[in-house]
């Protein structure tokens, strides 16, 4: 009997990337995941979020399945909530090196109380919502 393979963690080196075919134009990319799933560290229980990306590109853009597998490996991952957002835009930045780049993380109520962190590159430059 086999043992199952321990899930591999979390790297950008999973983020792939393909040419802006537009790098003379800004304009705005927003992507919604709603299925964000990481691990409290503290209590062992999973927490679950939604992640809105929204960026300008420059030179490259994500490409969304390599993305969803890379959000993916967080599943088993112990981190709060702050960091794992810090985490995920320090990758996305050092990977596609956008314009601008905010991530707003918005966690489902545990306890009764729910968190949203807001991160952006340049830090403090937020975008503003789609709408």
């Given at each position: 009997m086999s043992t199952p393979a321990t899930?591999?963690?979390?790297?950008?080196d999973h983020l792939e990337v393909f040419p802006n075919?537009?790098?003379?134009?800004?304009?705005?990319i927003e992507i919604v995941c709603?299925?964000?799933?990481?691990?409290?560290p503290k209590t062992g229980q999973p927490d679950?979020?939604?992640?809105?990306?929204r960026y300008v590109p420059d030179a490259l853009i994500v490409e969304l399945k390599s993305l969803k597998l890379y959000l993916q490996a967080f599943r088993?991952?112990?981190?709060?909530?702050?960091?794992?957002?810090?985490?995920?835009?320090?990758?996305?930045?050092?990977?596609?090196?956008?314009?601008?780049?905010?991530?707003v993380a918005h966690f489902t109520?545990?306890?009764?109380?729910?968190s949203r962190?807001?991160?952006s590159h340049p830090s403090g430059e937020h975008l503003p919502a789609a709408g």
């Open positions: 899930p591999a963690p979390p790297s950008r075919q537009n790098p003379g134009r800004d304009y705005q709603p299925e964000f799933t990481s691990v409290c679950f979020g939604t992640l809105t990306f088993n991952e112990g981190i709060f909530y702050e960091n794992v957002t810090n985490r995920i835009l320090d990758d996305l930045v050092a990977v596609l090196k956008p314009r601008r780049m905010t991530l109520p545990r306890g009764g109380i729910s962190i807001v991160v």
